[in-house]
């Protein structure tokens, strides 16, 4: 009997996290959930049959022992999504310096920690995919917003060298730039009409379309907006 598939979402929660969960049970793949805080995960766990993990991925040694666990509990993750960010929003001038480190660590540097123990274990079998959440404020920075595009340009940089490295070992690197908002449940933003946010379950459709794409024809990056979104 074939293994069954297993894919890590790290930075869990109940938004666009918890869509990829339900996206990728729905398709018979096992899910890992990896988080800061896992109570607020319970529901979700139950409805996708996942298994959570507490994780600060800025931690190398939680990191190592986060795949470790999910390794012991599954197999080695076929795909791992790195969701989690943090910003700071402000002028220049009045941006706290650890709360603006702490949000590069967490939207960055944790990137690069999870997407280096996935590479480990990838690169000795052969095969994987390692896919980054992005956002508009990775490919231009906005005012009062600086920590964010730090910490987004970055992991884009991240994405797109690990692409050209990893690609020719048959393991699918790819970025996504989420440049629009994202609906929430009883969300406000009522102004928008029905398609004017991003659904997080259209979202998901497309990562988990993108993780099967044919690798003759792999891209390493997309970016999703809303039809109204300017660009």
Request: aromatic share 10%.
């Amino acid at each position: 009997m074939a293994k069954s598939e297993t894919a890590l979402i790290v930075g869990a929660g109940l938004g666009l996290s918890a869509s990829l969960a339900r996206k990728f049970s729905s398709e018979g793949v096992e899910v890992a959930l990896a988080a800061r805080n896992i109570e607020k995960l319970d529901q979700l766990i139950i409805e996708t049959n996942a298994k959570a993990y507490t994780c600060d991925a800025t931690d190398p040694s939680k990191v190592e022992e986060l795949f470790r666990n999910v390794t012991d509990d599954f197999n080695q993750p076929d795909i791992v999504i790195y969701n989690a960010s943090n910003r700071v929003r402000g002028p220049i001038t009045d941006i706290d310096p650890d709360a603006a480190l702490k949000a590069i660590k967490i939207t960055c540097y944790g990137g690069f920690l999870v997407a280096q123990q996935a590479a480990k274990q990838m690169v000795q079998r052969g095969s994987g995919a390692i896919f980054f959440t992005g956002a508009s404020a990775g490919v231009k920075g906005y005012p009062n917003s600086a920590t964010f595009a730090m910490g987004k340009f970055g992991l884009r940089g991240l994405a797109q060298s690990m692409a050209r490295e990893l690609h020719p070992q048959n393991i699918h690197v790819a970025h996504f730039v989420i440049d629009g908002g994202i609906r929430q449940p009883q969300d406000p933003r009522t102004d928008r009409g029905a398609n004017g946010l991003l659904k997080p379950e259209s979202i998901a459709n497309s990562y988990f379309n993108f993780w099967r794409q044919t690798p003759d024809s792999w891209a390493w990056e997309l970016e999703l907006r809303p039809w109204i979104e300017k660009f």
